[in-house]
C-alpha cells in the first residue's frame, strides 16, 4: 500500500514501531548512497550500544529478572528411595543490582577506501537520544569528537517528541529537522525544517572537498519501505499517532485517511463518525 501522507507519516513515530522504521530506512539510506560513491568510498552499517536504567526513561526500560530458588537437596537412602532432606534455612535480605536495558542502535559511516579513513556520518535519531539525559550527552559528545575530527556530520530527525538536538536555529514552526555539518569547509550547520503537511526535503550527502556530493531523497525511500515493509498492516489508522497531532491538523490528518481508506473522518474521540 502507498503512503497516505505526503511525507513522513506521524503514525510510523509509534514507539512500538519506530525501531523497525528506524533500522529499516538505515539501510534503505546505504543501498541508496553506496552506488552513488563507488569505487572512492565505502557505505557501512555500524551499530552502538546504549546501556539505560530506569530512570532514565520508563518507556524504555524493559526488566528482565530470572529468579532461582532452592530450599531442598534430594539424595540417596537405602532400598535407593529417593527423600527429600529437610534444609534450615535462615532468613537473609540482599540487595540486587536491577539489570540495566541495553539498547543498540545503527548508524552509517562513509569510509575514503582504501584507507578506509572516516569521512561522513549519518545517524537517524532515536528517543533513546533525544528523550533520555545520558544517553543525549553520550551521543552529542560523540557528535561533538567527529566534528572537531572533521568528520561531516548528517543528523535526520523524524521524531516529533523530545527536545532537538542543538543548535536549534531560528525557531521557525519545524516538525522534523535534518542538520548537515561540514566541518573540513566550513563552520555553519544547515538546518532543513519540514513538517509532516510537507514531503521530506532532498539533501546532499557531504563527501571531501572537492568531490560531488550525491542527492538523498529522502522522502522517496521512506515510501518505498513503508509500502515494501507494509507498515499499513500494524497501524491502526482509526486511533491518534504518538504523539498526537497538533488539533489544527487532525482534521487534515482524518480527511486523508478517510479519503485513502474508504472510511469516514474521525471524530474527536479517536472514533469514526457512523
Known amino acids: 500500500m502507498r503512503p497516505l501522507f505526503p511525507g513522513m507519516d506521524p503514525w510510523l513515530e509509534d514507539p512500538d ?8 530506512l538505515i539501510v534503505s539510506i546505504r543501498d541508496a548512497v553506496a552506488p552513488k560513491v563507488r569505487p572512492r568510498y565505502f557505505v557501512g552499517i555500524e551499530s552502538r550500544s546504549t546501556i539505560l536504567s530506569g530512570l532514565d526513561h520508563d518507556e524504555l526500560y524493559r526488566p528482565d529478572v530470572a529468579i532461582h530458588t532452592t530450599d531442598s537437596t534430594l539424595s540417596e537412602r537405602e532400598g535407593s528411595i529417593a527423600v ?5 534455612a535462615e532468613t537473609f535480605h540482599v540487595v540486587i543490582p536491577m539489570p540495566l536495558d541495553e539498547i543498540e542502535e545503527t548508524f552509517l559511516t562513509i ?3 582504501p584507507g578506509r579513513r572516516l569521512v561522513t556520518v549519518v545517524e537517524i535519531l532515536s528517543p533513546t537520544n533525544k528523550k533520555t539525559k545520558k544517553a543525549r550527552e553520550e551521543y552529542l559528545e560523540k557528535r561533538q569528537e567527529h566534528l572537531a575530527a572533521g568528520v561531516n556530520f548528517v543528523e535526520i530527525d523524524l521524531l516529533r517528541s523530545g527536545s532537538p538536538m542543538p543548535p536549534e536555529g531560528p525557531r521557525h514552526p519545524s516538525d522534523y529537522r535534518i542538520l548537515i555539518f561540514r566541518p573540513r569547509t566550513e563552520q555553519n550547520a544547515h538546518l532543513y525544517g519540514f513538517s509532516y503537511r510537507a514531503e521530506i526535503p532532498r539533501i546532499p550527502i557531504p563527501l571531501l572537498p572537492g568531490d560531488s556530493e550525491p542527492t538523498l531523497e529522502l522522502n522517496r525511500l521512506l515510501h518505498e519501505l513503508y509500502d515494501r515493509a507494509g507498515y499499513d498492516l500494524t497501524i491502526d489508522y482509526r486511533h491518534p499517532p504518538r504523539p498526537r497531532l497538533r488539533k489544527a491538523d487532525q482534521t487534515w490528518a482524518d480527511a486523508i485517511i478517510a479519503q485513502s481508506l474508504g472510511t469516514s473522518p474521525a471524530t474527536p474521540n479517536g472514533g469514526t463518525t457512523p
Open 17 to 24: 514501531l519506530w525501531p523497525d522504521v528506524h533500522n529499516s
Open 84 to 88: 527429600l532432606e529437610r534444609v534450615d
Open 111 to 113: 569510509q575514503e577506501l
